[in-house]
């Protein structure tokens, strides 16, 4: 048997674990894996490496992926099914196993229904797949930004300021919300919910008059204000139809500053976020996906992603998981609430 593995999308901690865990699993089994460069783009343009005991060594604790990742959407290049399709056959593979998000994975479900034999791995810093409790590549980006804030505390609180805090996740609110209950943020701000700049200024006020000097304020990139509208960094979309988020922390902290009058600064994360060495539990999570994915090809069960359900990892169907984006479960933010101001 032969199969090919590959890394879509942006990419996140806990993919090159994903990788070597599909590897190892498949050379105890003397299965053949190929490696297809820069996601779907690979699949295209036939750019595929051997995946061996030599190519995965020390890949474990790094960061990024062996593979490199891409945008690239078959179904929006011109004839791009039918050749797949032929490269597919070229390569002699058996089955793909796609390690990606939403789009991604979007793709891996199209390509099943469309004949190839397909099996997906969840991934994504913002943890807003369906079908999954979460996904790699999460646990790592809140930490990240959780140490961020604990380092802002230190300034804020030294020049006696506000602090504002941009965070990714596109349209769900799970890095704002968990990093901001983690670094006991003072006020969090979510896509889900619209921005109320009032409510927020009372907030912080309250909190300063009873003598707080500094407040960390956490705002998720797509966070928009009761208009809806979402800030950008350009118009442009990519080939999945997605904009890039990104802007919010500046409008905020202008406001911030304008109605309490406290001095504000904003620090935008950005890439930082989905940069090093994944967490210990990225990278037991990824291992535990990448071998039950290769249980997945091995039993012939295709079209299923691979999902962390409690603490199980457990098969689904991969339609179920592109389905509908996973908000943030609100309830949380409920709970982050009860420390604001
Ligand atoms: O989906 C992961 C993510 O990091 C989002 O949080 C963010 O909006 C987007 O990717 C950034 O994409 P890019 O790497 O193309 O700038």
């Given at each position: 048997m032969k199969l090919g593995v590959l890394t879509g999308g942006g990419d996140c901690p806990g993919l090159n674990p994903v990788i070597r865990a599909v590897v190892r699993s498949a050379i105890?089994?003397?299965?053949?894996?190929?490696?297809?460069?820069?996601?779907?783009?690979?699949?295209?343009?036939?750019?595929?490496?051997?995946?061996?005991?030599?190519?995965?060594?020390?890949?474990?604790?790094?960061?990024?992926?062996?593979?490199?990742?891409s945008r690239t959407n078959p179904y929006k290049k011109e004839?791009?099914?039918e050749i797949v399709k032929k490269n597919f056959k070229e390569l002699k593979l058996n089955?793909?196993?796609?390690?990606?998000?939403?789009?991604?994975?979007?793709?891996a479900t199209k390509l099943?229904?469309?004949?190839?034999?397909?099996?997906g791995v969840p991934k994504t810093i913002d943890n807003d797949l369906g079908a999954t409790d979460f996904t790699f590549g999460f646990d790592t980006a809140i930490?990240?930004?959780?140490?961020?804030?604990?380092?802002?505390?230190?300034?804020?609180?030294?020049?006696?300021?506000?602090?504002?805090?941009?965070?990714?996740?596109?349209?769900?609110?799970w890095i704002a919300a968990y990093s901001g209950i983690a670094g006991g943020a003072d006020y969090i701000l979510v896509p889900e919910i619209p921005i109320d700049?009032?409510?927020l200024c009372d907030s912080i006020q309250k909190r300063h008059k009873r003598g707080k000097n500094f407040s960390i304020v956490v705002v998720s990139e797509g966070a928009a204000f009761n208009d809806?509208?979402?800030f950008t960094q350009e118009q442009k979309l990519d080939e999945f139809g997605h904009v890039r988020l990104g802007g919010i922390g500046d409008t905020l902290g202008k406001l911030i500053e304008e109605k309490t009058g406290y001095e504000t600064r904003v620090t935008v994360l950005g890439h930082i976020q989905r940069g090093g060495s994944p967490t210990a539990f990225d990278r037991v999570l990824a291992t535990r996906f990448g071998v039950?994915?290769?249980?997945?090809?091995?039993?012939?069960?295709?079209?299923?992603?691979?999902?962390?359900?409690?603490?199980?990892?457990?098969?689904?169907?991969?339609?179920?998981?592109?389905?509908?984006?996973?908000?943030?479960?609100?309830?949380?933010?409920?709970?982050?609430k009860i420390f604001f101001g």
């Amino acid at each position: 048997m032969k199969l090919g593995v590959l890394t879509g999308g942006g990419d996140c901690p806990g993919l090159n674990p994903v990788i070597r865990a599909v590897v190892r699993s498949a050379i105890n089994d003397e299965t053949e894996v190929v490696g297809i460069k820069n996601g779907w783009k690979g699949l295209l343009e036939k750019d595929y490496m051997p995946l061996d005991l030599r190519s995965i060594s020390g890949i474990l604790p790094k960061g990024g992926t062996i593979l490199g990742t891409s945008r690239t959407n078959p179904y929006k290049k011109e004839n791009g099914l039918e050749i797949v399709k032929k490269n597919f056959k070229e390569l002699k593979l058996n089955a793909l196993v796609a390690i990606g998000g939403e789009d991604t994975l979007g793709v891996a479900t199209k390509l099943f229904k469309d004949g190839l034999y397909t099996v997906g791995v969840p991934k994504t810093i913002d943890n807003d797949l369906g079908a999954t409790d979460f996904t790699f590549g999460f646990d790592t980006a809140i930490n990240i930004v959780m140490e961020c804030i604990d380092r802002l505390h230190t300034t804020a609180e030294s020049h006696n300021r506000i602090m504002v805090v941009e965070v990714m996740g596109r349209h769900a609110g799970w890095i704002a919300a968990y990093s901001g209950i983690a670094g006991g943020a003072d006020y969090i701000l979510v896509p889900e919910i619209p921005i109320d700049v009032d409510e927020l200024c009372d907030s912080i006020q309250k909190r300063h008059k009873r003598g707080k000097n500094f407040s960390i304020v956490v705002v998720s990139e797509g966070a928009a204000f009761n208009d809806a509208s979402l800030f950008t960094q350009e118009q442009k979309l990519d080939e999945f139809g997605h904009v890039r988020l990104g802007g919010i922390g500046d409008t905020l902290g202008k406001l911030i500053e304008e109605k309490t009058g406290y001095e504000t600064r904003v620090t935008v994360l950005g890439h930082i976020q989905r940069g090093g060495s994944p967490t210990a539990f990225d990278r037991v999570l990824a291992t535990r996906f990448g071998v039950k994915a290769y249980e997945l090809v091995k039993n012939k069960e295709f079209g299923k992603m691979v999902s962390l359900k409690g603490t199980e990892i457990v098969a689904v169907p991969l339609e179920e998981a592109t389905k509908a984006l996973k908000t943030l479960d609100l309830r949380l933010y409920d709970l982050a609430k009860i420390f604001f101001g």
